[in-house]
T-cell receptor, first 114, second 111 residues
Framework: NAGVTQTPKFQVLKTGQSMTLQCAQD?????MYWYRQDPGMGLRLIYY???????DKGEVPNGYNVSRLNKREFSLRLESAAPSQTSVYFC?????????????FGDGTRLSIL | SQQGEEDPQALSIQEGENATMNCSYK?????LQWYRQNSGRGLVHLIL?????REKHSGRLRVTLDTSKKSSSLLITASRAADTASYFC???????????FGKGTLLTVNP
């Protein structure tokens, strides 16, 4: 039982390049989330998907797009990377959307944009 | 955004001692959660406390919630070196569907 798996673990991009961060969960959860973690800022929600086929903006969605490919997979795309998007990105999942639901996190993707 | 704020930012103790971390928030909540993050890893859920609860226990963890003061505390008893990690509170600001995380307390437990 792998839980939440994120790929890649590390990536270096040049400004203007695009890339997609992948996330998959094997817990049959309905809801999935993308966060970014920056020093001194805590975790900030980028986008979430309450269920397969739906996505909604979080606190910091600008510069990102997401796709809920199926119930297991939720990807995050940077169309034109900027240095301000240098961060650690975490994917999480929960059984349902709700603050009474524990979230299960992957180990993150460390992204540097030069 | 409504956010829990942990206090202190950093805490260093000896193995066997108790560690207490606090979380304050600004608006009424439905639920509050605590998470642990080991260096280089993702967050791990520790405990959830509902607004109508005052205290919950899980192993060596004890969480209290005082809604009148808009604060929560996480107590780790008989700490171990393996408890070294960052600890985050997450609140819902009354939304009931979205969590907002604080900046965390870095706990160092010295052998």
């Amino acid at each position: 039982n792998a839980g939440v798996t994120q790929t890649p673990k590390f990536q270096v991009l040049k400004t203007g390049q695009s890339m997609t961060l992948q996330c998959a969960q094997d817990m049959n959860h309905n809801s999935m989330y993308w966060y970014r973690q920056d020093p001194g800022m805590g975790l900030r929600l980028i986008y979430y998907s309450a269920s397969e086929g739906t996505t909604d903006k979080g606190e910091v969605p600008n510069g990102y797009n997401v796709s809920r490919l199926n119930k297991r997979e939720f990807s995050l795309r940077l169309e034109s990377a900027a240095p301000s998007q240098t961060s650690v990105y975490f994917c999480a999942s929960s059984d349902q959307t709700g603050s009474n639901q524990p979230q299960h996190f992957g180990d993150g993707t460390r992204l540097s944009i030069l | 955004s409504q956010q829990g704020e942990e206090d202190p930012q950093a805490l260093s103790i000896q193995e066997g001692e108790n560690a207490t971390m606090n979380c304050s928030y600004k608006t009424s909540i439905n639920n509050l959660q605590w998470y642990r993050q080991n260096s280089g890893r993702g967050l791990v859920h520790l405990i959830l406390i509902r607004s109508n609860e005052r205290e919950k226990h899980s192993g060596r963890l004890r969480v209290t919630l005082d809604t009148s003061k808009k604060s929560s505390s996480l107590l780790i008893t008989a700490s171990r070196a393996a408890d070294t990690a960052s600890y985050f509170c997450a609140t819902d600001g009354g939304s009931n569907y979205k969590l907002t995380f604080g900046k965390g307390t870095l706990l160092t437990v010295n052998p």
